[in-house]
């Protein structure tokens, strides 16, 4: 279950599990909770109570979700199609659900992820985000045969949106907000953004990691 995998998670500078029991505080307790078996049971049960009280804001968010991508849709792909050329997405239906917790997981095989339906300001910036993802990694495992890169592809990918997503190009798609990518990550996502408005041909950028 995404809340079990994600209470007490931290990464670069991020807590997921304060992202959490921020919006749910009863879930605290579980972190405490030994048995595997007995947090996922209480979790699950938290879950449905959850969904059946917050059904109507949950469907609202939803919607909101949907129209707001509507409208922006098309000029994101544009854009990402200008950066990976002749690259093509994945094959697959790539799904996003509303979760009612704020940890926001990708799953590249199932082409699918999660956003946190409080936050609809942020919809499209999230979707955006986890979107590029999929053609990222995808870019990323046709072209790069660099064994070091490889290890580090996820911090490539993740420094990567958050260059591309804080340019005025996508500026004019999602709506511009804070800084975007992970704090331990400030100080190579500066050198980065340097790098891609010398040169947004994006094997060369990725070259240039680490260098």
């Avoid at 339906?117 to 990323?140: D, G, Q």
Wanted: net charge positive.
């Amino acid at each position: 279950m995404i809340c079990g995998r994600f209470l007490g998670f931290k990464l670069d500078g991020v807590n997921f599990g304060e992202g959490i029991t921020y919006f749910h505080p009863n879930l605290k307790m579980v972190e405490n909770i030994a048995s595997q078996r007995e947090r996922k049971n209480t979790i699950s049960k938290y879950v449905d109570e959850f969904y059946n009280e917050n059904k109507k804001e949950i469907e609202t968010a939803l919607q909101v979700m949907q129209n707001n991508w509507k409208k922006v849709e098309k000029d994101f792909f544009k854009e990402v199609k200008n950066i990976f050329g002749k690259h093509d997405w994945p094959k697959g239906e790539y799904i996003a659900y509303l979760s009612i917790f704020n940890c926001n997981p990708t799953f590249l095989k199932d082409k699918n992820f999660q956003l946190f339906y409080l936050l609809p300001k942020e919809f499209n910036r999230m979707i955006a985000h986890e979107m590029l993802h999929f053609i990222f990694y995808s870019y990323f495992e046709d072209n790069i045969k660099d064994k070091s890169k490889k290890k580090k592809s996820w911090l490539i990918s993740e420094v990567f949106n958050a260059v591309v997503l804080n340019t005025k190009e996508f500026h004019n798609i999602i709506q511009p907000g804070k800084e975007l990518g992970y704090p331990d990550h400030k100080e190579i996502i500066s050198k980065m953004k340097k790098e891609w408005k010398l040169d947004k041909r994006i094997f060369n950028w990725i070259e240039k990691f680490d260098k």
